[in-house]
């Protein structure tokens, strides 16, 4: 027998059982109460056994009905997380697109986005929140653009581009440990870097066809760049750093670059995270959309 069916009948008995009535299940569904029935009669047909006890007073589940009962459910609260996400689609949003940014990154990056975004898409307007926020905290803005990523399942991401990052050191600090000439020199400093596995970070620095593996205890280990710049600046050893952030202290001679010609890899990767239910609202995906294309070369320009 065919099961093209089969789901909208689950579907159907599990709104039965919730509202406990045909004719209740009916009103719900928008068809008669006939329908509804017929539904469930040919969803024991198809399965050779009854699912439903039926009395005058009131509707219980068989045991055969209390088996395929939760798999019943989770197809009906689906197909009304569809009609949701559809309806989300298409209804008008309304309100300001709510965005917050890291404010090391916000500050520096939506400086020059905000403006072209809101050049390119007037019909949508924007509130942007540069204050800090909680880790894996993607509530209570549309969009977030932070680095790294959570395990929230609740929580979609998009990778949005990650900036170049250097090494570099105070000429004071150079002065009392020496300044490193080979990435294996790394091993005997203190090194300021992004979180890594515990206290260990792995680098793997290129200079043309040379490689070179290196892992290094860190001395501070944090998530935050600010933080990293600010423990570099005051001399406590040699930041693993995204390179903008450092632009005005190489130039002023307060840092002093290591490792010239050597390239690390990308740190601190930039996402987008929104939760999951906004993907549907075309004005997230207009500005995760814009950011994608254009973060990087926003980075390269600052």
């Known amino acids: 027998m065919s099961l093209f069916w089969l789901p909208a009948q689950l579907a159907t008995l599990s709104k039965v059982v919730e509202l406990n009535g045909f004719s209740a299940a009916a009103r719900a569904l928008g068809v008669p109460k006939a329908a509804v029935s017929r539904a469930v009669a040919d969803l024991e047909s198809t399965l050779g056994v009854r699912v439903l006890n039926r009395t005058t007073r009131r509707l219980s589940l068989t045991e055969a009905g209390q088996l395929i009962y939760p ?14 996400q ?7 949003p309304t309100g300001p697109l709510r965005v917050h940014a890291d404010p090391t990154y916000g500050r520096i990056l939506l ?19 540069l204050q800090p926020q909680a880790p894996g905290d993607g509530r209570g803005s549309d969009v977030a653009i932070r680095t790294g990523t959570g395990d929230d ?23 009392r440990r020496g300044t490193p000439q080979r ?19 792995h680098m793997t620095l290129s200079h043309g066809a040379k490689r070179a593996e290196v892992r ?3 001395r501070l280990a944090v998530n935050d760049p600010t933080v990293l710049h600010a423990a570099t600046a005051a001399g406590l050893g040699i930041g693993v750093l995204p390179e903008f952030l450092c ?10 670059l290591l490792l010239p010609g050597w390239q690390l890899p990308q740190i601190m990767p930039l996402y987008a995270v929104y939760p999951a239910t906004q993907g ?19 980075l390269a320009q600052i």
Request: a negative charge; hydrophobic letters at 45%; glycine letters at 6%.
């Open 111 to 129: 400086a020059p986005l905000v403006p072209r975004f809101m050049e390119s898409f007037p019909d949508i307007p924007l509130e942007v929140n």
């Open 71 to 84: 798999h019943a459910r989770r197809l009906a609260e689906e197909a009304d997380a569809a009609r949701t």
């Open 86 to 92: 559809i309806g989300r689609w298409f209804a008008p």
């Open 280 to 298: 549907a609202d075309p004005r997230v995906q207009c500005f995760v959309d814009f950011l994608a294309a254009n973060v990087v070369p926003a």
């Open 153 to 175: 399942p609740t929580l979609a991401q998009q990778l949005l581009g990650a900036p170049p990052a250097i090494l570099c050191a105070t000429p004071a600090y150079l002065q």
């Open 247 to 256: 632009r005005q202290g190489l130039a002023t001679g307060r840092l002093k």
């Open 183 to 201: 990435p294996e020199d790394l091993r005997a400093h203190d090194l300021l870097t992004p979180e890594g596995e515990g206290r260990e970070f």
């Open 216 to 218: 290094v205890t860190s």
